[in-house]
């Protein structure tokens, strides 16, 4: 898991003290968990988690449906968090962020984009090496 | 460039707080043919754990030649050549042979900002009182506005009940500078300033944190301050480029305040009433909207600032509440206030405009600087102001940082503290 790029991403993402928790993801699907896995999410939203990831399979199915004709970004709130879903273009991916319900999310979307970024790179640049062998 | 005027921006992203200081100072001199002859540095809050900054100013110094004249401060956000960045280190270095620079400091800035700004003058003009290459301008970086932690009470910016908001107004505003907290008075700051180097182009901001307000720090030489003003002044025989605008216009909606406190900063009285219920019910935020607070000022007062009439290059905005006291940003300008509006849209204009009708040719860099409330409300969409950027300065080192309030002026316009303005800096190196 330490060697995975994507996770290496997630693990920035997770340092910032907004961020309780961060995955790549689709529905019923977690596809890349921060190097630590769920050991590594912020405490605080161990009593929510449950109830979010059930949440977050309902919101994919939007994403799913809209990802296609130009859907960005989408977040709800649930309880005291806010669960942001900054979707990969033309794909039924989104890297996932949880982040407490008043935090700066101005600041934090910045970085979440530049993950975003950063994860599509590392996706392009596997399949072009798939592409080439 | 055939004029030696060189200029350099780099960056680093690392975690470890002086792997971070020489990242950003080796990713940045490396550029230059000759050691810079000034440096500016700016950093997110993310070192501030103990020790966190002086590491990161070590880790600098371990790369920078010695005596490079050096200021800069913590920010919320940047963007530069690179990207957009929460979190992370940049500078913006300069070299070239007909200059001058000198640095100032003054400290104390809440409880004496005034004394702050003059001491800060006078190492300035005594840095510069050899030689004149004829035109000046001065870089300034604030200590913004910190909310103290009181105790048993925390950090708080409002205060509910109207017994303590009272006594808040009248004796915890005057004893938090004691302890280095409060508002930053940078507009009294600024206007010192400006008034004794009226010959000067001027163009900074106040440092933050990442909005919370719990702290901010400066930087000059290879000291780390708080609650400071620090500066640096420049001759240079190129004439200086400078522009500030507005991203915000007027509402139609306008109120008088009728009484007011702590020169001005509190307002106590709107239209003869209570001033947090008067300006609520201006803005229709009922008190359950109003108890959560993170509505209020993320998703409300963020985008209503004020402003005064007859008086409109000033700009503040609402900074807390105590009771039924309202506390401004800065000092009100005029009785008569005009709520403002921002949009996105008009952000992105404001940039647009400051190029789209000049010639960035002989600019050798571009350093700019803007609120930090702009990104708090674009989010990610500060890439279209990158966007933009890149539009017309792409093959430019440039730097947009992002303080708590900004200034800007020339010798004829002088600056002023204000929020939601987007200015500009640079040098025509054709000259």
Known sequence: MHDDPIACVLDDLLKLDDVLACMVARRNMISVMPSDGTDSFKPEINEIWDIIKRAMDDVFTVIGEYSGVGL?????RLQDCEVLFYVFPDTENALVAIVPALSNKGLIAVEM?????????IMNRKEELLVDS | MGSGLEAA????RKWDAREAGREVARSTIEKLNRPPDFFLLFSTIHY???NGF???LDGVWDVLPADTPLIGGTVAAFINNYGCFSRGVTALAVSYSNINVALGFGRNTKLHPRNAAKHCVNMIKNGLKTGDYGNKFLIDIISGPTVPNIPFMGRKNFVKSKVGGSFASSVGVRVFPLFGHGLGKE???VDYLTSLLSDYYFIGGS??????MFMNYQFIGEQVLKNSVVALGVDIDKPVFLDSMLGAHQLDIEF???ESIYKNRIITKIDDKPAKERFLGILRINEEQFNELGVFYYKTSNYFPITFRGKEKYTTGVAGFLGDNIVLGHKARGQRVKLLSVTGKEVLNVVEKTFQNISTDFFPFVFMSTSNIFFNMLGEKVYSIKNKLDEYIKDIPYLLVSFATENAGTPADPAVTRVYSFNTLSVNSCF
């Not at chain 1, 960005?72 to 709800?76: A, K, L, Q, R, S």
């Not at chain 2, 921006?9 to 680093?12: A, E, I, R, T």
């Open chain 1, 72 to 76: 960005g970004e989408m977040e709800f």
């Open chain 1, 113 to 121: 984009e530049n993950a975003r970024r950063e994860i599509l790179e």
């Open chain 2, 9 to 12: 921006v780099g960056m680093s």
């Open chain 2, 48 to 50: 501030k754990n103990p």
């Open chain 2, 54 to 56: 002086r590491d990161f």
């Open chain 2, 187 to 189: 507009d009294d700051i």
């Open chain 2, 207 to 212: 440092t933050l944190d990442t909005g919370d």
């Open chain 2, 256 to 258: 008088d305040i009728t």
